[in-house]
């Protein structure tokens, strides 16, 4: 069983930073990717980052590139997002995600709402 919670999300003007944090518990996620989605109201969940369990890779979708960055750090069991020059449609709830022995795990979501 693992456990994943996100924390770090708020209300934030266009242009500022957050970083959002998703912390693992339970049988260790930290032989595996891990992955940020969010969704939008009325939208579907989209991927929006992924890193793998060595951080040797990471991809962030092109409508958060050069402004999103992903980290983790596995003795802390812990991913990050980093998030700078927020925009107003980068305005949704935040998930993470992961897999153990072929079961997925998602967090309960961190809400990001950003206003022009």
């Known amino acids: 069983e693992v456990r994943l919670v996100e924390s770090g999300g708020g209300s934030v003007q266009a242009g500022d930073s957050l970083t959002l944090s998703c912390a693992s518990s339970?049988?260790?996620?930290?032989?595996?990717?891990m992955h940020w989605f969010r969704q939008a109201p009325g939208r579907d969940r989209d991927l929006v980052a992924t890193i793998t369990s060595g951080s040797d890779w990471a991809w962030v979708a092109d409508s958060v590139k050069d402004r999103f960055t992903v980290s983790r750090d596995n003795a802390a069991n812990t991913m990050y997002l980093q998030m700078n020059n927020l925009k107003p449609e980068d305005t949704a709830v935040y998930y993470c995600k992961t897999y153990v022995d072929t079961v997925v795990y998602w967090g309960q979501g961190t809400q990001v709402t950003v206003s022009s």
């Open positions: 339970g049988s260790t996620s930290a032989s595996n990717p």
